[in-house]
Structure formats: C-alpha cells, structure tokens
C-alpha cells in the first residue's frame, strides 16, 4: 500500500448508496447512503436496533441489500459472499468472538488460508509479525486463544479481519467489554492503522468514544440515517456541541419522554460510570445468601464454576465482572437450582439448600432473570398472561384443583402488565411477539413479586433500548433499596460499577479478585485485575 | 411481497376476523385432503382406472350399509392409538416404537385372555386384560425414557430400535408359549366369540368405541384444562423454559412416554378383544405410519383428531375392498396417505411463508429464475 497524504484523496474507497434492507416487522435499513475515506475513522452511532448490524453484514457480504448498491473506489460491485467482501479488502471485527478457544493464535488466523495444500507457516509468521508492527501490539502466535485477555483477543481478532489485505477495517462495538486500559490500547492501534491509510468504520454507541476517535459521526435512529457530521465541523466543535447535536438526533422527538437530559446523558454513556448508590456498609449483617465454594459439573462446551465462594447480604448488589463465557452462567443456574452441585454447599438464611430443587428455592424468595430471554425466560407460544405465572403453575390462587383459575390469572396479569409498563396488545398476546424489552419487562415482574430476597440478574440490560436500560436499571437499584440482596452478573463494567457495592470477578470459572466499589476509581482496578499480576 | 409484510408483526393476523379463521383453518386442514383425493384419481386415470368408480367403492363399502359399523369398529383403536401419539408429539417427544409397543402389548392380551376370560368374570377379565395391555406398553417405553431423562439420548433412535425387539419378542411369543396347538400355522388360540367385548344394541360395533372415546376426551381435557396439560406444554415448547420455571424435567419425559405407551398398548387390547380375538405370526397393522398425518392435521389436538381418524377409518375399511373391486393393490391406500403428507407440508410451507410475509418462493429458486430472466434479456438486447 503506497501511502499518499490523506486529505488530498477525494473519491470514498467505499460507498453506499441509497440501501435498503427489510425484515418481516422491521425496516432495518432505511435508504442509507455513506462513504469511507482512505485514512479516517467513521464513527457509526446508534442504540441497539438501529440498524448498525444489518448495515455491517451487508458490507461482509452476510446480507444482501433489498434496494440499493455498494460502490467500491466508485465502481459498482456485488457483495455476494463473506469472501467477496475479503477480496475487496473489507475486514470485520466482530461484537462476538470468533476465535476458535482451543487454537493457538497462529492456527486461528491461517483458517481462511486456502492458499496451496500445506500450510505456509513460516509466512503467516511473518505476516503476523509485520500486522503486529502495524498494530502496536506484540501478538504471540503460539498462544492458545482461549489464554490471552480479552484486549489481546481483539488484537488478534483485528488481525483476523486485516489478515488477507484489508483495506477497509470495521470494528463493531469494539470496547464494549474491554477494560480501560485496553481500550487505551485499541484507541492506539486505530490511530496507527488510520495513519497507514486505512478507512476503519467504528460502531458504538458511546458518545465519548465517537468524539475522541472519529473523524466523522454518522447517528443511526430506526434504520435511518438521521444526522451526520462531518471532517470540518467535528474539527471546529466542542465536545458539547457534538454531544448536544447527537443526542437531538439519536433521541429525536423522544427525547421529552427519555426525561431529563442528565438521564439522556447517562444512559447514552456519555460521561464516565460512576456508582449511583450510596456508600453502605454491610459487613455486621448476617448474610442472606452464602456460596461455599461451589463447583458445577464439567461441560466439553462451556467454563465450568469451580470452587466459586460470595455472601451476599440484604441490600446489598454484588456484581459479577468478567469475560462472557467464563462460567457465568453455570454460576447463575447453580443458585437457581437448574443444576447440580458438584461440591460446595449453597445457604440462604443460614439454612443448607444445596440439594433444592428449583421450584424450593423460588419458594424461599430465590428468583433468576435469566439472559436467554427469547428461549428460556418465556415461552413464546403462550400468552402473555400465562407467562406471567408460569412458574406458578399449579399453585393457588392460580390454578384449583389442577383446573387454571382465570379470573386470578387476568387479575395477577393486569396488575403486573400496568405495574411494570408492559406494552402488549392484550394479556392474550402470544409473549413471543413482544420487543425485547417488553419481554424482559414482563420477566422482572415475574421474579420480582411473591416476596423475592434475593435476585440473580444475567446480563440484565443486554440488547436492549436505551429507554428499557435505564429503567431496567432502576428497577434494580430499587429493590436493593427496599431490602433485597442482588447477584448482577454483567458484561458491562459501567453497569457494574454504576449499580454494585461491591464487584468480584469471575475467571475460567473461579472467583478472581473482589473490589469494593467506594471510589472514582472502580473500573480502573477491576480492569487491573482482569489484566492479572503481571 | 416484502413490504407489504414490511410493518407488519405475526401477531396482527390472529386478531383478524372469525370467518377468515375459519377459512384459514379449512384451508391448512382440509385442503391437503381434497389435494391428495384429487392427486390420487389422476393417478388412477393414469393406472387406466375409474376414480369415480374407486372412490365410489370406497364410500359403498367405508360407509354405506353396514360398511360404517366396520370404519367405526375401525375407528376405536386408532382413536386410542392417535392419542398417544399425540401426548408424546406435544412433548416433543418422538415415540416412533409404537408398532413394538401395540404388539407387544396385543400379543399378551390375546395370549393370556383365552385363560381369564374363562377363570375370571367377564368384565373382571377385561379389565384385567386391557390394563395388561395399557402396562406392557408403557413399560415398552421405559427404557427410551429413562435414557432420554438421565442421559439426552436421542429417543427416535431407541424407541424405533426396541420397537424391533419389540415385534421379535411378540413373534417368539406365539410361536413359543402361546401358539394355538390345534393348528399348525403360527397364531395364538382364537378367543371364542362370546368371551370377546359385547356389541352395541344388535349392531356390530363392540363396546371399544366407548371406551376409546371415554379415555381420549378424559385425556383431552386433562392436556387442554389442567397444570398437568400446561406443563406438558411448556416442555414441550423448550425444555431448558420447563427447567428454568421448576418443572421436573426428568420426570415429565418418563410420565409423558410411560402414557403415550400405554395409549397404545390400550389400543392393542381394545383391538383384540374387540375385533381380532387372535394374532398371527408376522401380522402388523401398522396403524401409526398411517395414521402419522391425521394427527398432524388435528395440529396435535385430540379433539381434532377424531374427525380426521375417522375420515381414515372410512378410507382404509372402504378402500380395503374398492382396490380389490377396481382391481388395485390395496397398497394403494398408502398412496392416499402420503400425497397428504406432502400436500400438508407444502401448504404448511406457504402458509408459515404468508404469517412473515416473504415470498413463496424459496430464495435459491427465485435466484435460479432471476439469472435466467436476466439471462434472455441479455439475448433480446
């Protein structure tokens, strides 16, 4: 790549024109049209559901557009195939990891090698050291995946995307489970990639982030593009104006019913996370919930918890950071008692519940919001009523004599369906055609009656709209609040440290570290402790 | 076809009108049906038959005379047979052993009936005997289920497997302890007549309709009506939703299986002491491969299911002798059968299509057609 000083380039490396993309129920994109230019960072903003993704995959070639095309260097071109979108030079980094855990780093780059019948070992070392070179990073190829941080996976997964050649790099969503730290290491390596002349796309929907890094903000909103700014004016403005300009666009006429314009601005991240509770301490109170050491079954497919230890007390929200898929949800399942123990002991108010079954515990007040909403949380099929009491099946005042009660179940429904701003056609609406904050509204207000003591929330706010995020997020604090003991496990370090009292991490399944979440500088040492002692 | 699906959610055709409910219901239901018949009379044309000639056999001898007493008597077993298919179904549950389990659950009926019919009282007997069959049916299923609740393991494997241990025991049994030793041929000894179920008011109908109808519209109310029926439900929507809402999931599959078994082997005693009163080396009706679609078109409703049975048990008594009466292979039957099959799922396909509001036509064929449309106008320009 001859490098050319990259204001004097004019035609965009890539364009799209006028696209369009339909699904059934949803306009994902809305006759969009933008361009790339060789040696900038466009930022793409917008909340969950505004398009971003769909816009992505039609650039990897995942997608098709309806209506619309894509030019490349100002020649019109057919993304057909994921491979197609490589030969053009358009690399992906995607939300979600790619990288084979069981692989060393070198083996997960060469997978899309289909060059001669051996592998070319010795050039993919050499590849990997000039990207490496280029990124600012030092990449171990011998390493296998699953060992490195998650900084280092991100690494790897950039050079994945820039592997074959790229010359457009999109990167989506890139920080939303890194560290600080390692965020400071990604925002230098775009800067050195954008010094080569590469045009990267930087999907986020942190504010802060488009400012610092971006050279053009383009706002997404409904599958529209509602608001752009370019080169010049984001040059020309303060941090302030952009912030003002964007969040009119990404909120719109909505922005009255949001609320207030601090709240606009928390959710949208545009200030730094900071604990919104105040400072308590529980250490005299005897403790609601006690895991002792508890391990679950071993699993070919999933990190299993092993020897996993916490208290939780009444009030008090204990947060669970870590990497997705390091245990996690086996931990959320051993509590609720959808698994077996392989050891250790489970208390709730001193008592020994280890051998429980699920239906026991959600009796005692043990309740679990699950993560898999659409599949394990409702059933889709079944109205939104009887989703309402599905884990009271049987029970009265609900069911008599084996016979469903209805009176008792509309009543329950409707009482639930307004107390927590439910939007649904009718209580009769199959649950599974609900947004999914309306699900994982209808889901709070199943856990949280018949005298909850302690909740486990799995990704709580995960996929969700801005709007349902703050409230999903009150709804929480509110019940610490009123005297319940909550385990918050989250992706999403600004979640953790705006709601927890305390954050422990979770690592290859085994507690790692706890932090006590009483200064500005939480995120910082939980990111510490994810990086290790070294 | 997309945008005028564009803002639309599956949710909204529910509420539409009463009529076009009905319609639709006609259409996904019925339609496949009146396809297959007609589908099934070319065939005939081109066989060099009569369609008019075969199906009008098939309605002088299924239901004109005394042709409806025998789809009736026909009837009873399937209805019970169809409900346990259907338990399992709605479970999710693929309980493909059920030619073992009615069988073996026969075999012993007829086998064992000759002695208690004779020692015992009568209605006694009876009893005794069908919940013989009902338990050698379930316990048939046993082993599939246990392995299905501890272990995951694939149940269509298991079950069609022991099905086939299933029908070697059953041919063992008769031609081992209860072979008929006044004949040389393999069958069980013949149940006199007036040992087997009583018939209705000089008809020749027994009393196993009013059983079969007395235990599936029980079985009806107990999946539609009651905690048991929504839990089966909710497992068999998504198990890991049963297990997050503190169902016992290992026990829900073993009752499920352990009923859908003893449906069948309910069936099979109703069958032989109703109609057969024998059973001979080899014999298998297979009544579940044909009765499989019927129950899919009830949509795995008990309730829906009784017409649609019945609509085969005419088929199957009147087609018995219309084949032999135009000169056909009574296998032609399994024609009908399968043409509905595949009438069903293509119209399952459209309708599904239509509810999401995208085109017919799958995307690979569509592409395949573009290419060549764009290909000749290439060749006109």
Not at chain 1, 408 to 419: F, G, K, P, T
Not at chain 2, 40 to 62: D, H, N
Not at chain 2, 100 to 128: E, K, R
Not at chain 2, 195 to 202: A, C, D, V, W
Request: charged residues 20%.
């Amino acid at each position: 790549m001859v490098s050319s000083p990259p204001k004097s380039i004019s035609t965009p490396i890539l364009s799209i024109r006028q696209v369009t993309k339909k699904f059934p129920g949803v306009i994902a994109n809305d006759n969009i049209s933008l361009d790339l230019h060789q040696g900038k960072v466009h930022c793409l903003l917008g909340e969950n559901g505004a398009g971003k993704s769909t816009l992505i995959s039609i650039l990897a070639g995942m997608q098709q557009p309806d209506q619309g095309w894509i030019e490349a260097a100002g020649q019109r071109v057919n993304i057909a195939s994921p491979r197609a979108a490589m030969d053009l030079g358009i690399g992906v980094v995607y939300q979600h990891s790619t990288l084979i855990s069981t692989m060393t780093v070198l083996e997960n780059l060469m997978l899309g090698d289909t060059g001669g019948v051996t592998l070319d070992i010795k050039g993919a070392k050499a590849r990997l050291e000039e990207l490496g070179e280029m990124l600012g990073a030092s990449i171990e190829g011998s390493a296998l995946a699953s060992d490195l941080a998650l900084g280092q996976q991100q690494q790897v997964e950039i050079a994945k995307a820039m592997w074959k050649g790229s010359k457009v790099l999109i990167l989506d969503e890139p920080t939303s489970m890194l560290t600080p730290q390692a965020i400071a290491q990604l925002e230098e390596s775009v800067a050195r990639l954008k010094a080569q002349d590469l045009s990267i796309v930087f999907i986020t929907h942190k504010l802060r982030e488009a400012y610092s890094m971006g050279d053009e903000i383009s706002v997404l909103r409904h599958g529209r593009l509602v608001h752009h700014i370019s080169d010049a004016v984001l040059k020309k403005s303060s941090e302030e104006e952009i912030k003002e300009s964007v969040l009119d666009a990404m909120f719109g006429e909505d922005k009255a019913s949001v609320g207030d314009k601090a709240f606009a601005e928390e959710i949208s991240a545009a200030s730094e996370a900071h604990h919104l509770r105040s400072t308590k301490s529980f250490d005299s109170e005897e403790p609601v919930l006690r895991l002792s050491g508890i391990s679950s079954p071993d699993s070919p497919t999933e990190t299993p918890v092993k020897g996993f230890s916490v208290d939780i007390r009444p009030g008090e929200i204990v947060g669970v950071a870590g990497i997705d898929g390091h245990g996690q949800k086996p931990l959320a399942e051993l509590v609720a008692g959808q698994r077996k123990l392989t050891s250790g002991k489970i208390f709730f108010d001193g008592e020994d519940i280890s051998s429980s079954g699920v239906r026991k515990r959600q009796s005692l007040g043990i309740r679990y919001v699950t993560d898999d909403r659409m599949h394990e949380g409702i059933v889709g099929d079944l109205s939104v009523a009887v989703n309402l009491v599905l884990k009271r099946i049987g029970m009265a005042p609900f069911w008599r004599w084996g016979r469903m009660n209805k009176t008792a179940v509309d009543q329950e429904a409707q009482h639930l369906v307004s107390s927590f701003d439910i939007r649904t056609p009718n209580l009769h609406t199959r649950a599974g055609t609900l947004s999914g904050g309306n699900i994982q509204k209808l889901l709070l207000a199943r856990e949280l009656t018949h005298e909850p003591r302690v909740v486990i929330f799995n990704k709580p706010t995960y996929g969700l709209d801005l709007k349902t995020v703050g409230r999903v997020r009150t709804i929480v604090r509110d019940f610490a609040e009123n005297g319940g003991s909550v385990l918050l496990i989250s992706t999403d370090l600004d979640e953790l440290v705006e709601l927890s009292d305390r954050i422990v991490l979770i690592s290859g399944g085994r507690l790692s570290g706890e932090v006590v979440n009483d200064s500005a500088k939480t995120a910082e040492r939980v990111g510490e402790l994810m990086l290790g002692p070294n | 076809m997309a945008a005028e699906g564009g803002l639309q959610s599956p949710g909204t055709k529910t509420s539409s009108s009463r009529t076009t409910k009905v319609v639709a219901g006609f259409v996904r239901n019925v339609l496949p049906l009146a396809l297959a018949i007609g589908t099934s009379g070319i065939f005939l044309l081109a066989l060099g038959k009569s369609p008019a000639a075969f199906y009008g056999a098939v309605i002088q001898f299924g239901l004109l005379g005394t042709g409806w007493q025998r789809s009736i008597i026909m009837l009873a077993p399937l209805l019970l047979y169809g409900a346990g298919l259907i338990v399992a179904f709605r479970g999710k549950l693929w309980n493909l052993g059920y030619e073992g389990q009615y069988l073996l659950g026969g075999v012993l009926v007829v086998g064992l009936a000759p002695a208690l019919t004779q020692s015992l009282p009568l209605a006694l007997a009876f009893i005794i005997l069908m919940a013989i069959g009902a338990t050698v049916g379930g316990a048939w299923t046993f082993l599939p289920a246990v392995l299905k609740a501890k272990f995951g393991t694939n149940e269509i494997i298991t079950t069609l497997m022991l099905s086939f241990v299933g029908i070697g025991i059953t041919n063992m049994l008769i031609r081992g302890p209860f072979q008929n030793p006044e004949v040389t041929v393999p069958q069980t000894a013949v149940m006199p007549l007036d040992t087997m179920f009583p018939k209705i008011l000089g008809s020749r109908i027994h009393i196993g309709i009013i059983i079969a109808l007395v235990v599936v519209l029980i079985l009806h109310f107990v999946l539609t009506r009651t905690s048991f029926g929504l839990r089966l439900d909710v497992y068999g929507a998504s198990p890991k939703s049963a297990l997050h809402v503190g169902i016992d999931v290992p026990r829900m599959i073993v009752i499920i299986f352990l009923i859908s078994g003893a449906l069948i082997g309910l069936a099979a005693s109703v069958d032989m002491l109703g109609l057969w009163g024998t059973m001979r080396a080899n014999w298998n009706p297979s009544y579940g491969a044909a009765i499989l679609p019927f129950v899919f078109l009830a949509r795995l409703n008990i309730l829906a299911s009784i017409p649609f049975l019945a609509f085969y048990a005419v088929l199957a008594t009147g087609g018995a002798l219309a084949s032999q009466d135009v000169g056909l292979d009574s296998h032609f039957l399994l024609v009908v059968v399968a043409l509905i099959l595949v009438f069903m799922s293509i119209i399952e396909y459209i309708g599904m299509k239509r509810d999401l509001g995208q085109s017919y036509i799958p995307p690979g064929l569509r592409k395949a057609f573009a290419s060549l449309l764009s290909r000749k106008n290439e060749g006109d320009s």
